[in-house]
């Protein structure tokens, strides 16, 4: 199984959303995925431009010439993709987002109806396939996953990939402390790297097994005096600076 994955934090691999990504792929390597990882920090995707070339001019080809021009043929022919990003205002990351813009070429300009709604067809190079999200997010709620998710959900119902579920994790900050500091979190990392080895070796990832990586660590009113203690230090710190 052609496993694509698409890290879209700017820590990259030093991020919070690294720290659930790597043991979920782990995870699938061991159950015999072959995974491949993309930074977008490392890579050039302009913004689509929406003159839409890519349909009438030079049909499934973007007439931009950059990173999207190796990762186009990658994302059509994986069987799974990953999309990792760390909560933006609300959202994905604006790297993601211009990522996701540019896979436009991958379908028809024809409209079809699907389940009483307007879609676009895929072209018939497209592997059929699952989607799956792995965000993390500082503030304390899980429902702050919830914009997210919906728009990740609709992605999905329009280039006809099924929606295998999402690794989340609120209140980033204190995880990354705790499992710094040698607390016990050592389960999250565990449930994150069997969810990888469940999406490949069971086609799903359990619930029970996701529910693990979001649960909550610490009360939270605690949680608010530890970041905003934090925060405190730091301006502390640019101001001495």
Same mark, same amino acid.
């Given at each position: 199984?052609?496993?694509?994955?698409?890290?879209a934090?700017?820590?990259?691999?030093?991020?919070?959303?690294?720290?659930?990504?790597t043991?979920?792929?782990?995870?699938?390597?061991e159950?015999g995925?072959?995974?491949?990882?993309?930074?977008?920090?490392k890579m050039?995707?302009?913004?689509?431009?929406?003159?839409?070339?890519?349909?009438?001019?030079?049909?499934?080809?973007?007439?931009?010439?950059d990173?999207?021009?190796?990762?186009l043929p990658?994302?059509?022919?994986?069987?799974i993709?990953?999309?990792?990003?760390?909560?933006?205002?609300?959202?994905?990351s604006g790297p993601?987002?211009?990522?996701i813009?540019?896979?436009?070429?991958l379908?028809?300009p024809?409209?079809?109806?699907?389940?009483g709604h307007?879609r676009?067809?895929?072209?018939?190079?497209?592997?059929?396939?699952?989607?799956v999200?792995?965000?993390?997010?500082?503030?304390?709620?899980?429902?702050?996953?919830h914009? #997210?998710?919906?728009?990740?959900?609709?992605?999905?119902? !329009?280039i %006809?990939?099924?929606?295998?579920? =999402?690794?989340?994790?609120? &209140?980033?900050?204190?995880?990354?402390?705790?499992?710094?500091?040698?607390?016990?979190?050592r389960?999250?990392?565990e449930?994150?790297?069997?969810?990888?080895?469940?999406?490949?070796r069971?086609?799903?990832?359990?619930?029970?097994?996701?529910s693990v990586?979001?649960?909550?660590? #610490?009360?939270l009113?605690?949680?608010?005096?530890?970041? !905003?203690q %934090?925060f405190?230090?730091?301006? =502390?710190?640019?101001?001495? &600076?």
């Amino acid at each position: 199984m052609k496993v694509i994955v698409i890290n879209a934090s700017p820590k990259m691999e030093k991020g919070n959303t690294a720290a659930i990504l790597t043991p979920f792929l782990e995870g699938m390597e061991e159950a015999g995925g072959e995974v491949e990882l993309f930074y977008t920090k490392k890579m050039k995707i302009a913004p689509c431009q929406g003159d839409l070339a890519c349909w009438f001019k030079t049909p499934g080809i973007c007439a931009q010439k950059d990173d999207m021009s190796m990762l186009l043929p990658k994302l059509a022919a994986a069987g799974i993709w990953v999309f990792a990003t760390p909560v933006f205002v609300d959202g994905m990351s604006g790297p993601l987002k211009c990522m996701i813009d540019r896979i436009i070429p991958l379908v028809y300009p024809f409209f079809e109806l699907r389940d009483g709604h307007c879609r676009h067809p895929s072209r018939e190079s497209i592997t059929s396939g699952k989607l799956v999200l792995v965000s993390t997010c500082g503030f304390w709620e899980i429902d702050n996953f919830h914009p #997210l998710l919906k728009h990740i959900e609709a992605i999905c119902r !329009n280039i %006809r990939r099924e929606f295998a579920g =999402a690794l989340l994790r609120p &209140h980033s900050r204190a995880f990354i402390t705790m499992a710094d500091n040698g607390d016990q979190v050592r389960d999250i990392f565990e449930a994150a790297k069997e969810a990888g080895c469940q999406l490949i070796r069971d086609g799903a990832m359990s619930s029970k097994t996701l529910s693990v990586i979001s649960r909550t660590l #610490l009360p939270l009113d605690s949680y608010l005096c530890m970041v !905003n203690q %934090r925060f405190t230090d730091l301006l =502390a710190e640019a101001e001495i &600076h």
